[in-house]
């Protein structure tokens, strides 16, 4: 092993600035000076035999910055006689190792954000002490982000859209733009009647402080003029909110949902049926469309393990969906177009019908090639029409 360098021991020190040990500090964290640093140095044998490159590292370690502290120790040797040599090198400060990393300045920004916090907030202060490097990288926007902390206190729940936020100075797309960091103040510093907690994460972000959420959006084509719900005679691409689908109980039998927004479109006219642009995982906003239930519904996805994955998921809520050109025929069919499949699903799917799950299983064995992947817009058309003849 190589005898410590000056280098070494700032690499040292920055790693300490890295984790944040020496900004908490200032916040009220327990300090860590003085500290003794790693020194790994020559031992007797190589105090002999390479005589010279440790007097050379002894000089190397004698000139550097004076925010160090070394101890010396004597050591006798036979033929060298008496040596001193460096034993230990010290921190004794907070403001010696900012003074190492020239991160004085840095420190004194932060010193700043806590003063500031401090006087409008101090329920933050151990926030800033386990987070310094972030709130330092916040430093021009601090006083907006306590402002809005400011302002949900004195209007917990509002029960309005974020555009509507009005203080002064602070646009909403500042809001969204810092979501993350503004939950984790409004933990802090809100009481818990003002919290859902059962809201999580980014998407749950307006649920769980209890602002007005941006309605989900269903978008569907009918495809059938006799069911026709505008008296237009243009293509019936009709895109409402949840709470109007669930209410619409569109009068058709039969419900396909394809993931492609082309297949979407080019969905040819089908008596009696309509087509949604389906929704990925996210099925919960057609829950709501108890007429749904009544209806019989065709799945159209990727043949891959994710399509079975989500197929798997809707029917959660519609157990009696089908899939449709999701089988061994239409993959083998379109060998020619086969992509590749990054990061496969293999969870168990317990909605599965039996033959689903040996194509599944069959996919994620890589039984005919690694990773198959027939994305459904690259099914022909030839064969959409095909399969609806069948059904």
């Known amino acids: 092993m190589k005898w410590t360098t000056p280098a070494d021991l700032r690499v040292q020190v920055q790693k300490l600035w890295d984790r944040g040990c020496l900004l908490a500090e200032l916040a009220g964290g327990e300090t860590i000076f003085p500290r003794r640093l790693p020194l790994k140095g020559p031992n007797s044998k190589e105090l002999s035999d390479r005589f010279n490159e440790v007097r050379d590292w002894i000089t190397h370690l004698k000139n550097i910055d004076s925010n160090y502290r070394i101890t010396w120790r004597s050591i006798n040797h036979r033929i060298l006689g008496t040596n001193e040599i460096p034993a230990q090198v010290w921190i004794d400060s907070l403001q010696d190792a900012l003074a190492v990393l020239g991160k004085r300045r840095e420190a004194r920004t932060f010193a700043g954000l806590i003063a500031l916090t401090r006087k409008s ?189 989500i197929l798997n998921q809707l029917r959660k809520f519609f157990p009696r969906a089908t899939s449709f050109l999701m089988d061994q025929e239409t993959l083998h069919t379109h060998r020619t177009l086969w992509g590749f499949e990054p990061g496969q699903e293999t969870a168990d799917l317990p909605r599965l019908t039996s033959s689903e799950n040996a194509l599944y299983t069959a996919l994620h064995q890589n039984l005919w090639a690694r990773q198959v992947r027939l994305e459904q817009e690259r099914i022909g058309f030839d064969s959409l029409l095909e399969a609806l003849q069948k059904i």
């Open 121 to 309: 907030h101090p329920e933050l202060l151990p926030w800033l002490a386990k987070h310094p490097l972030t709130a330092l990288k916040l430093a021009d926007d601090w006083s907006c982000l306590l402002k809005i902390v400011t302002w949900l206190q004195s209007h917990p729940r509002p029960g309005i859209y974020l555009r509507q936020i009005d203080i002064p100075g602070i646009h909403s797309k500042f809001i969204e733009k810092h979501r993350g960091v503004l939950g984790a103040l409004f933990d802090l510093t809100l009481p818990p009647e003002a919290l859902d907690l059962t809201a999580r994460g980014m998407g749950g972000f307006c649920s769980r402080y209890g602002f007005q959420e941006k309605p989900l959006q269903i978008r569907f084509r009918i495809l059938d003029p006799k069911s026709a719900l505008l008296s237009t005679k243009t293509d019936q691409d009709i895109t409402v909110t949840q709470a109007t689908f669930a209410e619409l109980n569109v009068p058709v039998t039969r419900v396909f949902i394809t993931e492609n927004e082309i297949n979407f479109l080019a969905f040819p006219r089908v008596p009696d049926a309509m087509v949604i642009f389906g929704a990925g995982y996210g099925f919960d906003n057609m829950a709501t469309a108890h007429w749904l239930q009544e209806r019989e519904i065709h799945y159209w996805g990727d043949i891959d393990t994710h399509g079975f994955a």
